[in-house]
């Protein structure tokens, strides 16, 4: 079992900046086999993909709408993930979640955009981006 704990989320201006830490615990041996991703969800909506990063950090993925602003990056040495959120917007306001999964496919390790193809989740942090 897989333990995450997010932090970093806090109340920013529009344009300001926060970077987001999750922190993994338990079977973190095997961690640095897990794609890792930042999921949102916004009071009424659903949650949403926001960015993933692959086992070795090699690749990454974004959602259009934070493509150039956010960065994910991991620490398999610290067992954490971060988030950097730069040119914050009101509409990044959500609970922010960490999630990992390990998905293969043929033989290939997947990095997937969907809720479904993850297997643990953090309790999520709260971001408000106030205009």
């Known amino acids: 079992q897989v333990q995450l704990l997010e932090s970093g989320g806090a109340l920013v201006q529009a344009g300001g900046s926060l970077r987001l830490s999750c922190q993994a615990s338990g079977r973190t041996l095997t961690l640095s086999r897990y794609s890792m991703a930042w999921f949102r969800q916004a009071p009424g909506k659903e949650r949403e993909f926001v960015a993933a990063?692959?086992?070795?950090?090699?690749?990454?993925h974004y959602r259009d709408s934070v493509e150039g602003r956010f960065t994910i990056s991991r620490d398999n040495a610290k067992n954490t993930v971060y988030l950097l959120m730069n040119s914050l917007k009101p509409e990044d306001t959500a609970v922010y979640y960490c999630a990992a999964g390990y998905r293969v496919v043929q033989g290939i390790v997947i990095l997937g955009r969907d809720p479904d193809e993850y297997d643990f989740w953090g309790q999520g942090t709260q971001v408000t981006v106030s205009s």
């Open positions: 990063i692959s086992w070795s950090g090699g690749t990454t």
